[in-house]
Structure formats: structure tokens, C-alpha cells
């Protein structure tokens, strides 16, 4: 059974770092791209980072550009979401999703069949 378990939210002032972590479990993560996505209250679930299978690309928002990093160590079945320079616009709950596919990963939640149960993030003094 194909699971993905986020962990590392929480609470951190502005101007802060957090390090989201993915397990995976139940396939391959060497063939499956990996999404994150947040969402806000009141507010759509938005793409902000995804880890192409093999790890070969990456993407991110217009939003998170030079602030967060992802990254994937495919023999821990783990993947990474460094997140610095923290704003208060970042506070969401942040989600990990996959989806077999090879090429640029995609940032649309709309291609992601399989999600983790998310983890707050709040950015706050």
C-alpha cells in the first residue's frame, strides 16, 4: 500500500528555517516524481516544490524560489523540503504527494493521485 507520512512542522519566527521530511513506503520512489503543496485557510491547495523520479529536476513556485530546496535520498525512501527565510505567507499545511511519471515533475495538485496527511507549518512572532 502506497503511503507518504510528512513530519517537521511547525511553529518558527520569521526569518526561520524547517526541514519537511516525506516518508514513502509501498513503491518505488525511484520511478514516482514528488510533489509539495500547501494550503492555507480559505485558500486553494498550491504547488510549491517538486523532485523529479531519480531526482534529475527539480521545481518550484515564483513564491519560494531561492528560499526552499527539495531533495530526495531514494535509498531512505525520504524526501526533504529545506525551508528558509521563512514569511508569515508561508504558514499553510504542507502536504507531499507522488505520482508515477518521468520528465519535469509537475507542480499542479490535479497530477498527484497519491498524498500524505499533511503537516502545519506557522510562521509567527
Known amino acids: 500500500q502506497l503511503q507518504l507520512v510528512e513530519s517537521g512542522g511547525g511553529l518558527v519566527q520569521p526569518g526561520g528555517s524547517l526541514r519537511l521530511s516525506c516518508a514513502t513506503s509501498?513503491?518505488?520512489?525511484?520511478?514516482?516524481?514528488i510533489g509539495w503543496f500547501r494550503q492555507a485557510p480559505g485558500k486553494e491547495r498550491e504547488g510549491v516544490s517538486c523532485?523529479?523520479?531519480?531526482?534529475?529536476?527539480?521545481g518550484y513556485a515564483d513564491s519560494v524560489k531561492g528560499r526552499f530546496t527539495s531533495s530526495r535520498d531514494n535509498a531512505k525512501n525520504m524526501v526533504y523540503l529545506q525551508m528558509n527565510s521563512l514569511k508569515p505567507e508561508d504558514t499553510a499545511v504542507y502536504y507531499c504527494?507522488?505520482?508515477?511519471?518521468?520528465?519535469?515533475?509537475?507542480?499542479?495538485?490535479?497530477?498527484?493521485?497519491?498524498w500524505g496527511q499533511g503537516t502545519q507549518v506557522t510562521v509567527s512572532s
Open positions: 504527494a507522488a505520482v508515477s511519471h518521468w520528465g519535469n515533475c509537475p507542480l499542479d495538485k490535479d497530477d498527484y493521485p497519491y
Open positions: 523532485n523529479s523520479s531519480g531526482g534529475s529536476s527539480t
Open positions: 509501498g513503491f518505488n520512489l525511484d520511478y514516482y516524481s
